[in-house]
């Protein structure tokens, strides 16, 4: 009996696609494409994609680390001090600033901002400035 008898990352078929500007302006592609290999040029079967993009800003928050006195396991009596107070008036004044922003969005960035308006307000203009580098231009 024959079979294929192929090993992990052995390379079986391939196909070059020129992903079109249609796409990265919102269209989405649903397309099959021929496959080449051993056989020749698209004689190897073919595949269906699927091909959308969306951008989005990214929000990154900081990573705190937690440093214990000695080596070895937390404490079982230790508790992590509790999240800053975030004031609703706070949020409201940054989302009358931003209404495209989500209001989770901003109290997120104010928690990681520890309730700092100024901080947080500066950290959405970086994530809205970000946003747009992103884009593709036409």
């Not at 500007?21 to 649903?30: C, K, M, P, R």
């Not at 937690?66 to 230790?78: K, R, W």
């Amino acid at each position: 009996s024959s079979g294929i008898n192929a090993e992990y990352g052995q390379r079986i078929a391939y196909a070059k696609i020129a992903v079109p500007d249609s796409v990265f302006q919102g269209h989405t592609l649903d397309e099959w494409f021929p496959l080449s290999g051993k056989l020749g040029e698209g004689k190897e079967g073919s595949i269906n994609l699927i091909i959308s993009y969306t951008t989005m800003p990214m929000i990154t928050l900081p990573y705190q680390r937690i440093h214990y006195p000695y080596m070895g396991a937390a404490p079982e009596h230790f508790t992590p001090p509790p999240p800053p107070e975030i004031k609703e008036s706070d949020v409201t004044a940054i989302k009358d600033m931003f209404p495209e922003v989500d209001k989770e969005v901003i109290r997120t960035v104010l928690e990681s901002k520890h309730g700092n308006l100024d901080s947080a307000v500066a950290a959405i203009l970086d994530i809205m400035g970000s946003g747009d580098s992103n884009q593709r231009q036409n």
